[in-house]
């Protein structure tokens, strides 16, 4: 996959108001395969405000060349997702500033949870055995 121009990117970023746009996911940690979509995350400037999520949708399809696109809102993401779509993910348009005080906000929020996401861990593998016998 080519990137799009910056310029491009930076105007998108402008439109819609967003303080960062990222791309991650396999397109990012090279595990891509025919039908591999590309993942964006973005942060908008004003997390009460919303953006016409088809619409900017429709505008990285153009810029990107390619109907798999799939939009995060980073403002509204769960701990995980905010976390995984950080811990390896490009800046594409916004100031790398703000990109690494999202990550370490990214940081604290995974580790506050982390105690919670172990125990629906361990809830899972107990059911899981209670079905599956071994």
Do not use: C, W
Not at 59 to 73: A, E, G, M, P, Q
Request: hydrophobic share 40%; glycine share 4%; proline share 4%.
């Amino acid at each position: 996959m080519k990137l799009p121009p910056k310029d491009k990117l930076e105007e998108l970023r402008v439109k819609y108001n967003l303080r960062l746009v990222l791309l991650h996911g396999s397109q990012v940690d090279g595990h891509t395969h025919k039908d591999s979509d590309i993942d964006i995350a973005v942060l908008s400037e004003d997390p009460q405000k919303d953006f016409d999520l088809l619409e900017l949708i429709g505008d990285l399809t153009d810029l990107f060349h390619s109907d798999k696109i799939d939009v995060s809102n980073l403002n509204r993401a769960n701990p995980l997702l905010l976390f995984n779509a950080t811990l390896k993910g490009e800046l594409l348009a916004g100031k790398q500033a703000d990109y690494e005080a999202l990550k370490l906000l990214a940081f604290k929020r995974f580790h506050d949870y982390k105690p919670y996401f172990e125990l629906e861990h361990n809830f899972v593998r107990e059911r899981t055995k209670s079905y599956v016998s071994i």
